[in-house]
């Protein structure tokens, strides 16, 4: 193996990626990061950060992505600036990295690619994000305490996150397009039987209404009475599901709802290939899961190239 070639490949550079890189580099691992766009992922949407441990003082997202950053160069990381092509396992079991800086060979791959949020798509919600739309009730929630909140969507996501928002305000309406939740049972009916939570099927949003700094009102559809009406709420929390970027990774095992699936090693059915983050099947999604995420597919890659070193591979 040439020189040149890095141990590990880590593609994303969210704070999974950020995290699975700077403890790689630590544990004397040759540890390359590509990122297309700037290091930092979701934590660029981020103005105010005040559950990361260890902080007293709320941190903005951006710079904590700077912190990571600089934190994970100063431990060796190579950053590259550019994307990827694709991914093949040759006869060996290495993976065949192709980028725009060139084709590393290497025997891990930490994939920390992240998901797309899905957005409703009406009028209002881009203009409002993070002035009353959130994605995110963990992180926004608590600036709402006490306050009128619509929460949308159907799965799990929707109903976990209304019953967390239930514990900050009496006064959370949950709507869904369908009839029934797409929810687990038990989480539906935590929701349905929520005396602080109103359920409303059958309902859709048409707009979001503000005044550019925040949110006054919603105008909602009934589809069973085919009629629009508005009323006034203070945030908006949107949970349609995501969709996990997995195109490099075709054949990887996927969950019902596209995540990779990984053990409890960050190990996916691929041996070499670790997913962390957001593009894995994960129950709670968070800047402090995704680090720890990260910190434990940079062990157990090392582990896995020590095991492969120590059987054939030099
Ligand atoms: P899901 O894809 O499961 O659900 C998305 C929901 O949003 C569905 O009810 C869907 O409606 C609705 N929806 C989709 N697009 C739109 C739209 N344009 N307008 C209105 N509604 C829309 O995503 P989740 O994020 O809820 O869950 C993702 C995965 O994470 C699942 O596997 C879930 O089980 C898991 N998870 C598990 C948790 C737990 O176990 N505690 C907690 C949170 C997530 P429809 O039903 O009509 O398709």
Excluded: W
């Excluded at 994970?72 to 190579?78: I, S």
């Excluded at 989480?187 to 939570?197: D, F, L, P």
């Amino acid at each position: 193996m040439s020189e040149k070639q890095p141990d590990v490949i880590i593609i994303g550079g969210g704070v999974a990626g950020l995290s699975a890189a700077q403890y790689a580099a630590r544990a004397g691992l040759k540890a390359h990061l590509f990122e297309e766009l700037a290091p930092g992922g979701l934590l660029l949407n981020i103005d105010i950060l005040e559950n990361y441990p260890g902080y007293d003082k709320p941190i903005s997202g951006f710079e904590l992505a700077d912190n990571l950053t600089k934190q994970a160069e100063q431990f060796g990381v190579e950053i590259h600036y550019s994307g990827i092509a694709g991914i093949e396992r040759n006869s060996d079991g290495l993976f065949v990295v192709t980028t725009d800086d060139g084709i590393f060979t290497v025997p891990a791959v930490i994939l920390a690619t992240g998901a797309k949020r899905r957005e409703l798509g009406v009028p209002g919600e881009i203009e409002h994000q993070g002035k009353g739309v959130s994605y995110c009730a963990t992180c926004d929630g608590p600036f709402f305490k006490g306050k009128r909140m619509l929460v949308v969507g159907g799965g799990d996501s929707a109903c976990t996150e209304a019953l967390f928002l239930s514990k900050l305000s009496g006064d959370i309406v949950i709507i869904h397009r369908k009839d029934r939740f797409r929810a687990q049972r038990s989480i539906a009916s935590n929701v349905e039987n929520n005396a602080n939570v109103e359920v409303r099927f059958n309902q859709t949003v048409n707009e979001i209404k503000g005044d550019g700094h925040k949110i006054t009102s919603v105008s909602l559809h009934d589809i069973v009475n085919n009629r629009d009406y508005e009323e006034e709420f203070d945030a908006v929390f949107i949970f349609i599901g995501a969709d996990p970027r997995v195109d490099l990774v075709p054949d990887v095992e996927l969950d019902e709802a596209g995540y990779i699936v990984t053990d409890e090693l960050m190990r996916t059915s691929i041996p070499g290939l670790f997913a962390v983050g957001d593009v894995r099947n994960t129950p709670f999604r968070q800047v402090v899961t995704s680090a720890a995420d990260g910190a434990v597919a940079a062990h157990a890659a090392n582990e896995y190239i020590d095991e492969l070193r120590g059987q054939a591979y030099v």
